[in-house]
């Protein structure tokens, strides 16, 4: 019986996928607008802080509405160490991935004794006070209190690239990308390894994974350290990009739009990351163009439309059109 291509798991049309994929992502900031690439660039940091929640809660369990933290952390880790330290933009952000590694794996110690939505509300907590702590007024040498930190916009180390013209907002997105494609590969070797089935076997069944000798209260612990380490990446990311930080863009509004990325993207899905980042940079901008008087209601109603026609996510909804369409094997 011959095999088709979609179901030899040896077949290269995954890859060729993905490199046709990357080639696109290359050519694409050279036929926007400025305006454009940056929005494309922070599609691909809202990306990588939903491969980290989706470590969280699709592959560990765990659930979250505080991720908005782990962002404010990493993009003020960035900016400090820019704009005190002037350190080169590039070197903060493997600084900012380790505290915020640090701070999750510490914050989730604690949190071994919650589960379900008592963990969710700590979570949330951590979002709600954030903020208040960035604004304290001992703390305003570091964090700039309400103004915030304005840092200056990286500039290119070229001036052309692929025999084009490389300005600030391109170079930008081709190092984004970079980093980008670095994390989900980082995402899906854990998943993918020894760690990633410890946190399924944790999330579907906690005693039988405890009585086959994994340490539970250890690769939860560690879940939560790498999703903010995913997190904080982000975070520095959006900072470089947006050459501004300030107290008020990581409320707790920001963490609750990361679940609903990652939920409409698709959970235990890295493409799934992906869809979710687009959802969340481009459809409140649609809302508010179909409607200025009413957006936030016009978001919610796409909302659930996507979740009434796409229950699994968009990675979810894709995946099922892919099998219908798939020649089955003779």
């Not at 696109?24 to 454009?36: R, V």
């Not at 952390?73 to 080169?88: C, E, F, N, Q, R």
């Not at 939505?117 to 209190?145: C, D, I, N, R, W």
């Amino acid at each position: 019986m011959s095999t088709s291509p979609a179901s030899n798991p040896s077949t290269p049309l995954p890859w060729i996928r993905l490199v046709l994929g990357l080639i696109a992502a290359c050519a694409l900031p050279f036929f926007i607008s400025n305006y454009h690439v940056f929005q494309a660039s922070m599609v691909l940091t809202y990306a990588i802080a939903l491969v980290g929640l989706n470590i969280l809660i699709g592959y560990s369990g765990q659930i979250s509405l505080g991720h908005g933290a782990f962002l404010a952390i990493g993009a003020y880790t960035s900016a400090i160490l820019m704009d005190k330290v002037d350190m080169p933009y590039w070197m903060t952000i493997p600084i900012a991935a380790a505290i915020c590694l640090a701070v999750g794996f510490l914050f989730g110690l604690p949190a071994l004794r919650l589960e379900g939505h008592y963990l969710a509300l700590a979570t949330f907590a951590l979002a709600v006070s954030l903020p208040q702590l960035l604004k304290f007024k001992h703390l305003e040498f570091l964090t700039g209190g309400v103004q915030g930190i304005v840092i200056m916009k990286p500039e290119p180390p070229w001036e052309m690239l692929f025999g084009l013209k490389l300005n600030s907002d391109r170079w930008l997105y081709f190092f984004t990308l970079a980093v980008t494609v670095v994390m989900f590969v980082i995402g899906w070797n854990l998943i993918r390894g020894r760690v990633g089935r410890a946190l399924i076997a944790i999330r579907d069944q906690p005693i039988a994974a405890a009585s086959m000798g994994i340490n539970t209260p250890l690769y939860k612990s560690l879940a939560f350290g790498v999703s903010a380490m995913f997190t904080g990446v982000a975070g520095a990311l959006s900072a470089i990009l947006v050459a501004f930080v300030a107290p008020d863009s990581f409320t707790v509004f920001l963490s609750i739009t990361l679940m609903v990325g990652m939920v409409i993207g698709g959970v235990t899905s890295l493409p799934g990351a992906l869809y979710g980042a687009i959802f969340i940079q481009f459809i409140p901008n649609i809302a508010d163009q179909i409607s200025k008087a009413a957006p936030w209601a016009i978001y919610g109603v796409m909302l659930i439309l996507f979740m009434y026609t796409m229950p699994t996510g968009i990675a979810g909804a894709l995946r099922l059109i892919g099998q219908k369409i798939r020649p089955s094997p003779n």
